[in-house]
Structures are given as C-alpha cells and as structure tokens.
C-alpha cells in the first residue's frame, strides 16, 4: 500500500514540477499545496523503505515547489534524508 501512495504522489510531483515554470503556476502550487502532507508522507517513506531512486526523484520534482513557498528548512531536510538512503552524507551547513 505504501509503494502505490509514493508511486502516486511521485507522478503528481513530477506532472506539476514543468508546470511551477509556467503560466498554469498558480494552479499547480495550489495542487501540491493541498497535497503537501501526503508529498511528505510519500518522501517519508521512500527514506524509510531504503528507495533511494525514488526519494531521490520526489526531492528533484518538489525542489521549486519547496523554493517558490518558502519551505527551505523542509527542502534542506529532504534532500539530507534522501541523499542519505544507503549512504552515509550530510550538506554541510
């Protein structure tokens, strides 16, 4: 069950990821906006199920979401677990 919520959740992220450089911008934030704990959830889990791939790929996908909203804390934590999947780095910082 968990593997089809992060599946689902790193399809929408990465649908919207083109559309946060566009004139659909305002949309497609409102839209991760509102799936923001389950984005996190499905993040949360890949780290947790040692999926590195596609943690790595649902940091790729938020990182101008997490920019445009403010959220650096939560980009620099996300991307530290997800770099960190079987592997032992940190940013420094």
Do not use: C, I, K
Request: cysteine-free; hydrophobic content about 45%.
């Amino acid at each position: 069950m968990r593997r089809r919520h992060r599946d689902h959740y790193l399809a929408l992220a990465e649908r919207a990821a083109p559309e946060l450089r566009g004139p659909d911008q305002r949309r497609h934030l409102r839209l991760l906006d509102a799936d923001a704990a389950n984005l996190r959830r499905a993040l949360d889990d890949a780290v947790r199920d040692g999926a590195a791939h596609h943690a790595l790929r649902l940091v790729n996908a938020l990182s101008w979401y997490w920019f445009l909203r403010g959220r650096l804390r939560e980009a620099v934590r996300s991307v530290e677990a997800a770099l960190a999947v079987g592997t032992d780095v940190r940013l420094p910082g």
